[in-house]
């Protein structure tokens, strides 16, 4: 297969950036319980995945191998996408994927500290950024805010965490069964977290009916859209452009997420949150720097090794 050209491997990777921007809008536009659209989210995308994979049978490599693997790996990402949900009910979808994308941190500090590396500036400056963003978005008004906005907060930064371990696991996974394609296990976590997400549902009483054309078109838009189609466009670009413009390209999902929260529901932010989200999303653009950076020198120790 030939490698794209910088100019299409950048609009592969906005294009999915773009597509996943909509996900908290979707899942805010279902009419459905927060557990419900993360359930949907799954079943959709495992009809997309299923799509995929009878299309292209190369994609199929692996199906059938380390569904224990895959299973654990769906418990950190079953917590993230119940987390996230939850936290767009209360906060909103711009601010919920602003918060999940600190996971960059969560990546970072556990890397650092499996590795014992010393922390770099990049890191440093990232997190001191975002961490005064997070306070100017949150932090000057904490005691007015209502108790369910705080639990959105708390909720989102959880995300974070979540998301973090399922990029960590998933990572470790694949490292250790090379043979198993990433279409392929996308599907056995996706079809595994369908399967979680539904026992929650059905645990916490919510119902799976899909009450109207509207909140049916959210969901599929949600499952095939931002959980196959945008993450497959992002994956198949990432690899030929530089880590720099990487970062820059990936943060259009969460500024896209606050636009569209402005435009839809109506969001309104003061200008000190206004400039929280811009050190937030410059803190967050250092911290993948700092991510990607300490990718590069583990990979030249691996080929050394």
Same mark, same amino acid.
């Given at each position: 297969?030939?490698?794209?050209?910088?100019l299409?491997?950048? !609009?592969?990777?906005?294009?999915g950036a773009?597509?996943?921007?909509?996900?908290?809008? *979707?899942?805010r536009?279902?009419?459905?319980?927060?557990?419900?659209?993360?359930? /949907?989210?799954?079943?959709?995308g495992?009809?997309?995945? $299923?799509?995929?994979?009878?299309?292209?049978? @190369?994609?199929?490599?692996?199906?059938?191998?380390?569904?224990?693997?895959?299973?654990?790996? %769906?418990?950190f990402?079953t917590?993230?996408i119940w987390?996230?949900?939850?936290?767009? =009910? /209360?906060i909103?979808?711009?601010?919920?994927?602003?918060?999940?994308?600190?996971?960059?941190?969560?990546?970072?500090?556990?890397? &650092?500290?499996w590795?014992?590396?010393?922390?770099?500036?990049? =890191?440093?400056?990232?997190l001191?950024?975002?961490?005064?963003?997070?306070?100017?978005?949150? +932090?000057?008004?904490?005691a007015? &805010?209502?108790?369910?906005?705080?639990?959105?907060?708390? &909720?989102?930064?959880?995300t974070?965490? %979540?998301?973090g371990? /399922?990029?960590?696991?998933?990572?470790?996974?694949?490292i250790? @069964?090379?043979?198993?394609r990433?279409?392929?296990?996308?599907?056995?976590?996706?079809? #595994? #977290?369908?399967?979680?997400?539904?026992?929650?549902? *059905?645990?916490?009483?919510?119902?799976?009916?899909i009450?109207?054309?509207?909140?049916?078109?959210? &969901?599929v838009?949600l499952?095939?859209? #931002?959980?196959?189609?945008?993450?497959?466009?992002?994956?198949?670009?990432?690899p =030929?452009?530089?880590?720099?413009?990487?970062?820059?390209?990936?943060?259009?999902?969460?500024s896209l997420?606050i636009?569209?929260?402005?435009?839809? *529901?109506?969001?309104? !932010?003061?200008a000190?949150? /206004?400039? $929280?989200?811009?050190?937030a999303?410059? +803190?967050?653009?250092?911290g993948?720097?700092?991510?990607?950076?300490? +990718?590069a020198?583990?990979?030249?120790?691996?080929e050394?090794?």
């Open positions: 297969m030939t490698p794209p050209s910088p299409r491997a950048a !609009l592969l990777v906005t294009g773009v597509m996943i921007s909509f996900a908290a809008v *979707f899942a536009l279902a009419d459905v319980a927060p557990t419900s659209s993360g359930f /949907y989210r799954m079943v959709f495992c009809v997309g995945l $299923g799509i995929l994979l009878l299309a292209q049978r @190369h994609t199929r490599a692996g199906l059938g191998s380390n569904w224990s693997g895959s299973f654990f790996i %769906a418990l990402f917590a993230d987390l996230w949900h939850q936290s767009i =009910f /209360y909103g979808p711009g601010l919920s994927t602003l918060l999940a994308n600190f996971q960059v941190f969560i990546l970072t500090a556990v890397g &650092l500290i590795l014992r590396e010393r922390v770099g500036w990049r =890191f440093a400056s990232g001191g950024l975002a961490s005064l963003g997070l306070w100017l978005l949150f +932090g000057r008004d904490w007015a &805010l209502s108790g369910e906005y705080r639990l959105g907060v708390a &909720l989102g930064l959880l974070a965490l %979540a998301y371990l /399922y990029i960590l696991s998933l990572r470790g996974y694949q250790r @069964h090379p043979g198993i990433p279409e392929a296990r996308l599907a056995q976590i996706t079809l #595994c #977290c369908a399967v979680m997400l539904g026992l929650i549902n *059905f645990a916490e009483g919510n119902s799976f009916a009450p109207d054309t509207q909140s049916l078109l959210a &969901l838009a499952g095939l859209m #931002c959980q196959v189609l945008g993450w497959l466009l992002i994956t198949r670009g990432m =030929f452009l530089p880590a720099a413009i990487v970062g820059l390209l990936l943060l259009l999902q969460p997420s636009a569209w929260d402005m435009m839809i *529901f109506g969001l309104r !932010l003061n000190w949150q /206004y400039l $929280g989200a811009a050190l999303l410059m +803190g967050i653009y250092l993948f720097r700092s991510a990607a950076r300490r +990718g020198r583990e990979a030249r120790r691996g050394r090794g």
